[in-house]
């Protein structure tokens, strides 16, 4: 895994998709693939066929039969137009789903049901681009220009046909309706100018850019909304918008909303709105905001299958339970109610007792590698809003010394149930960016170092009680912020102040109800004495997630005003400029953006890290060790493991519609 | 007394007023507003937060740029010119819908948990009086004191404990899975009071040992009155002289007490409805004051205080009507 020989985040700008054809031959070689799992059962069931397997769900036979439904051969593309998704083992159909959701938690449906995005990032995250809803996508030389080609005979779960007319509708009816989007989403502009959309027939549309788009493939293959152009079906959704249909606003009224702007949001949520037709394996048909459970039904229209030509999802039916409570939620993971989960109550500190339940629960864990790097990052705020803190904060030196002063051994095993190492805020260990010196720089536990570091910082002074004066004179105190509910941030932080004061350093650890800590690091308050967080972005989206290279945005907690500077191109008032150092990184990551060989990405990247490694802005305390999700034991094709990522709506893109119950 | 009424009546509306215009306030006081709340649980969650684009534009739609008393006007005016409570941010449902959905468990739970402490705690609470000092009369103080002390939610968690290691029961919820969402049926309706006895015992509880101690002394109080001694006197025999003076005196408390099955009609006991996973309103208003959901948290907050002081004005008729010492004070 750490010596990957390719990028896994660009794949070539030359590189013309094929559909079905070239995932064939990789899954005749997964087939071989399948390896044992945590659980215990270690034979592959299904490995070949059974002869007398249905290609698609009996339940959907019977409706076909009955007259209700077309043939398969009509509700699906045209046969070499469908995606063939890989399988371990051949897949039977039936079974209902049975999932929770905390609340109005919609995250989990998306990551679920609703990964389909126009490409795709594969399971493993290694490449991105990969046919999803669309067949493929033709790159010119210079990334401007972008051909989707649509799938022939795919339809909406209503039966409509998907068109280039779906296409267009999402760029200029919708992204491009400045009343929806008052700014046009950045994902269909270049050098701040929109591209330009041209159907050029039923099934092809074509973008063109007026700069470089060389990130396309990758930022298409996330799943948030705005990234995707087939997520709008134009028969439906044209109803609702002035332009299109003058009566929109009747419309909206008459459904007791106070305008059409309401009735669009709501109309346009597929976890609230069963109406909207959709492209994913389930449509929902017990909405979210509606009773106490979520239950989303098999779409006859889905247009995958396995290799073997069996029209996928396998699962009949899916029923998430809307649970008001997390602790519920590993009662009932422990008695063995939950088919799969991995979010909420898949904590370190509840993994032993679902290590124990494991087998009276009937389910087995499956590896969740983090994409993060870090369990805790203090950030010192250097944009602290007094002079006098701003200049020690600023001072590397003293970064360092207190850097030196974290016994993260003892963290590690106290808190963090011996998982991980000590770590900076450097990439993770599995990372083609990994760097071993950025990663282990100040993690020994050294006091005398550490106290030397602080004298070189000026702060050689001591009170009465020993604590540092500031060159002021005023004792050096501040605060650090910390979230509640993030118990372990906090056990951890309060073991961190402990060693701190042994070198004279006088913080306390300030927690904080979630939104309030939010509200006192945003660039306008710029409250925060210093604050923790993760390690977010350290492998497999070490550049989708800048925020601890560089003040990149608004979660770069140790420089928020910086960061507002960078994004607002110095036009919020609340931005500040930041010192020549930091805008060379933001400049690199600016050529970033406009490079299309990934070769050259990559270099402009490291760049970037190497001012980071140097700058030392943030201290990180430990690599987390790898996280996990609860699967039961007769729920089949879950991969073994895979990485967490929230821009690729994990576990989507290990494609649950390929799960099926033994 | 129809002019004490009338004047209770007209009190109300300044009071519920100034309810209204207090707890508004309130849910605003914190920092922050529903789009913060958002963006700090969608990056608890590991997901991606908004955008500062579509952070904007939703600032904009809730009008959540707006001072407090602007956004107080609107919701206000809506309630009282259109009866409209507004719509949840969260559920994006107006919040009148959100509530009818809750209010039929809701209503039932309160009112068999009222049945329950009424015809558990009253003959207690009579026996222990009249038998003061026994055996018996210590054990039951014993049960009550505990039950007062043991905080409602805990005793839900034990007895899901209980059941999920013992029985081997689904956790939480009001339903068997087959029947969640079935139209009710005589079969729904058997399972669900199947579910049904274990919160009206846990809301019981508290209740129930509450209302023992005070009927238990009010009623001590009452034996010891010369009237009784009288009554004894005359020969009238002891259960039917009991029943008719003392104990009728004593039982005031429960009368007091019916205005406070309104409120709790809405305000349900949201931390037990919570761990026991049932779809009642209490859950509704917790998670909406987490989350700022002010428009849903406000309203559900002013119907309960509204039911409060009806209730209140209920209890002080039922009391006149009950007690002729009440009723000619005025």
């Known amino acids: 895994m750490p010596t990957s020989p390719t ?5 070539s700008r030359r590189q013309l998709i094929v559909g079905s054809g070239g995932i064939i031959g990789f899954a005749t070689l997964s087939l071989t693939g399948c390896s044992p799992d945590e659980g215990g059962e270690t034979e592959s069931q299904n490995a070949t066929p059974p002869a007398d397997r249905p290609l698609e769900s009996p339940l959907l036979t019977e409706r076909v039969e009955a007259g209700e439904l077309p043939p398969m051969d009509e509700r699906m593309p045209i046969a070499e137009d469908r995606l063939v998704v890989p399988t371990t083992e051949y897949g039977t159909y039936g079974g209902e789903f049975a999932g929770v959701i905390l609340d109005q938690d919609r995250g989990w449906l998306d990551r679920m049901i609703h990964y389909e995005p126009t490409v795709r990032a594969t399971p493993q995250l290694d490449e991105f681009g990969t046919p999803g809803t669309l067949k493929s996508v033709d790159v010119n030389e210079d990334a401007t220009e972008f051909v989707l080609h649509l799938r022939q005979g795919l339809r909406w779960s209503d039966g409509e046909p998907v068109t280039a007319d779906d296409v267009m509708f999402a760029i200029q009816d919708v992204f491009f309706n400045n009343t929806l989007y008052p700014t046009i989403p950045e994902f269909l502009t270049a050098d ?7 159907r050029v027939d039923d099934f092809t549309v074509k973008l063109t850019y007026t700069g470089t788009r060389a990130d396309f493939l990758v930022t298409a293959s996330r799943g948030e909304q705005p990234k995707n152009l087939l997520g709008w079906p134009k028969h439906y959704l044209q109803d609702f918008i002035p332009d299109l249909n003058p009566e929109a606003n009747n ?8 305008d059409w702007m309401d009735y669009w949001s709501d109309r346009k949520n597929y976890y609230d709105n069963p109406d909207l037709p959709t492209l994913a394996a389930w449509s929902i048909t017990s909405p979210l905001n509606e009773g106490t459970v979520v239950v989303a039904e098999r779409n006859p229209y889905y247009w995958k299958t396995d290799d073997q030509g069996a029209q996928l999802p396998f699962i009949d039916l899916l029923e998430f339970e809307i649970v008001q409570n997390d602790e519920v939620m590993l009662l009932k993971a422990v008695n063995g109610e939950i088919d799969f989960h991995a979010r909420n109550f898949n904590n370190d500190p509840n993994r032993p007792v679902l290590a124990d339940a494991r087998e009276s629960g009937d389910f087995r864990f499956v590896t969740v590698e983090p994409t993060s790097m870090n369990q805790m990052i203090i950030a010192l705020n250097l944009n602290h809003r007094d002079a006098a803190m701003r200049s020690v904060f600023q001072n590397k030196d003293f970064r ?19 998982q991980g190492e000590p770590w900076q805020a450097a990439p993770h260990s599995n990372s083609d960016f990994y760097d071993e010196e950025y990663a282990k720089q100040y993690t020994e536990f050294d006091l005398e170092l550490a106290a030397e570091h602080l004298d070189r910082a000026g702060l050689t002074e001591t009170d009465g009680e020993g604590f540092r004066l500031r060159p002021d004179g005023q004792r050096l105190s501040f605060q650090v912020d910390v979230t509640a509910g993030t118990t372990q941030h906090i056990q951890a932080m309060s073991l961190v102040v402990q060693t701190w004061a042994e070198v004279g350093i006088q913080a306390t650890v300030n927690t904080l109800e979630r939104s309030l800590f939010y509200d006192r690091k945003s660039p306008s308050a710029n409250q925060h004495d210093a604050n923790v967080w993760g390690g ?7 550049q989708d997630e800048l925020r601890w290279w560089f003040p990149s945005w608004s979660e770069s907690n140790y420089a928020v005003r910086w960061a507002e500077w960078y994004t607002s191109d110095g036009a919020s008032p609340t931005g500040e400029e930041p010192p020549a150092v930091v805008r060379e990184q933001m400049d690199l990551a600016k050529q970033m953006e406009l490079e299309s060989d990934p070769e050259e990405r990559d270099a402009l990247f490291r760049s970037i890290l190497e001012i980071a490694k140097d700058q030392f802005y943030a201290i990180g305390t430990a690599l987390p060790g790898d996280g996990y999700a609860i699967a039961k034991n007769h729920l089949r094709n879950v991969v073994d493991s895979y990485p967490e990522s929230p821009l690729y709506f994990s576990p989507g893109h290990v494609d649950p519609p390929s799960w099926y119950f033994a | 007394m129809l002019r004490y009424i009338l004047r209770r009546i007209l009190v109300l509306i300044p009071t519920v007023l100034a309810i209204s215009l207090i707890t508004f306030i309130i849910i605003q006081l914190p920092p922050g507003d529903y789009l913060t709340t958002v963006q700090a649980s969608l990056a608890a969650a590991g997901d991606r937060p908004l955008d500062a684009a579509e952070l904007a534009r939703l600032n904009e739609r809730y009008g959540l740029n707006d001072p407090w008393y602007i956004q107080y006007w609107k919701w206000i005016s809506g309630i009282i010119f259109h009866g409209d409570f507004g719509d949840s941010f969260s559920y994006g449902r107006p919040v009148s819908d959100l509530v009818q959905e809750r209010l039929p468990l809701t209503v039932t739970l309160s009112v068999l948990t009222l049945l329950f402490i009424w015809a558990i705690s009253f003959p207690i609470g009579v026996y222990s009086a009249l038998r003061q000092y026994s055996a018996g009369d210590y054990v039951f103080t014993f049960v009550g004191y505990l039950g007062l002390a043991v905080p409602n939610f805990l005793i839900a968690l034990v007895l899901m404990w209980i059941g999920l290691t013992y029985f081997g029961q689904s956790v939480g919820g009001l339903f068997s899975p087959e029947y969640r969402d079935a139209p009710w049926s005589l079969a729904k309706f058997g399972d669900a009071l199947a579910h049904l006895w274990i919160p009206v015992v846990i809301w019981g509880t508290a209740g129930t040992a509450g209302n023992i101690r005070i009927l238990r002394a009010n009623l001590l109080d009452e034996i010891r009155k010369p009237y009784v001694t009288a009554a004894r006197a005359r020969g009238i025999p002891s259960r039917r002289m009991t029943v008719k003076y003392p104990v009728r005196a004593a039982v005031n408390p429960f009368f007091s007490t019916i205005g406070w099955i309104l409120p709790g009609l809405i305000a349900a006991d949201a931390i037990t409805s919570q761990v026991l996973n049932l779809n009642t309103t209490g859950p509704l208003l917790l998670n909406a004051l987490m989350a700022q959901d002010m428009y849903l948290a406000g309203s559900v907050l002013l119907i309960s205080a509204i039911l409060v002081v009806i209730g209140t004005l209920i209890s002080d008729l039922a009391l006149a009507w009950l007690d002729p010492r009440v009723r000619f004070r005025y």
Request: aromatic content about 8%.
């Open chain 1, 192 to 198: 701040d100018q929109p591209c330009t959309a041209e």
């Open chain 1, 7 to 11: 990028n896994p985040a660009i794949i």
């Open chain 1, 251 to 258: 419309i909206a009224v008459a459904a007791g909303f106070s």
């Open chain 1, 536 to 542: 977010d972005g350290g492998f497999r989206t070490e």
């Open chain 1, 400 to 418: 360092i010394g207190l850097s030196y002063a974290i016994n993260r051994q003892d963290i590690i095993d106290t808190v963090y149930q011996r």
